[in-house]
């Protein structure tokens, strides 16, 4: 069974300071493996994705991952933080079936000034 | 490009009576979703399309019925809301998925309370 574990439920890092957002997964095939943000009172946006090509994937707004398939993680992160990236972050795991599409619990960032 | 609307934003209802949510998205996209998000759940799938006229049950389909009747909009009904029921609701698009998944662009969410 597919499942996909966030580590922390809760980050807390200073403005300038780099991030780590941590997520592992579990899945019996090769995934696609995406990272979401969702700001306060809003959807999701797509941050980045993998899917079988480079194991580092770079997103948008300086956000990078790297895809390891021996430790079945996809960890999220950032060099340097800025105030505008608090929001609550989701690690989803899909396929190969249509339905098969598992969220993280999220992990809430909170920039400090 | 509106991307992905949903409608309405905001609903209240009483334990019993029922709803439609309607979700609209004009980026020609076969597959769409309906999830609903609880605190500290994330999302789960409950119900969702691969393209016009079909349908099928996700994680938590219980209590819900949908629609494709057309390929730009999907509907989420509620028959007879429950307190249980009481969530924030969003849409989303893509291209593919399955094995192909894509990049899934969501609604703005609609929050509805069942009292």
């Known amino acids: 069974a597919q499942s996909v574990t966030q580590l922390d439920s809760h980050v807390s890092v200073s403005e300038g300071t780099p991030v780590l957002l941590r997520c592992n997964y579990s899945s019996s095939y090769s995934p696609s493996l995406f990272w979401y943000v969702q700001h306060p009172n809003k959807g999701l946006q797509l941050l980045l994705k993998y899917t079988s090509a480079a194991t580092l994937v770079k997103g948008i707004n300086g956000f990078e991952a790297e895809f390891k398939k021996s430790e079945t993680s996809f960890h999220l992160t950032k060099p340097s933080a800025h105030m505008s990236d608090a929001a609550e972050y989701f690690c989803?795991?899909?396929?190969?079936?249509?339905?098969?599409?598992?969220f993280g619990k999220g992990t809430r960032l909170h920039i400090l000034p | 490009n509106a991307g992905v609307t949903q409608t309405p934003k905001f609903r209240v209802l009483k334990t019993g009576q029922s709803m439609t949510l309607l979700c609209a998205q004009d980026m020609n996209h076969e597959y769409m979703y309906w999830y609903r998000q609880d605190p500290g759940m994330g999302l789960r799938l409950i119900h969702y399309s691969v393209g016009e006229g079909t349908t099928a049950k996700g994680e938590v389909p219980d209590g819900y019925n949908v629609s494709r009747l057309k390929k730009q909009n999907f509907l989420l009904g509620l028959e007879s809301a429950a307190p249980s029921q009481t969530s924030v609701y969003f849409c989303a698009s893509s291209y593919s998925g399955g094995p192909l998944a894509d990049t899934q662009y969501f609604g703005p969410g609609t929050r509805l309370t069942v009292l």
């Open positions: 989803v795991v899909s396929g190969p079936r249509d339905d098969k599409i598992i």
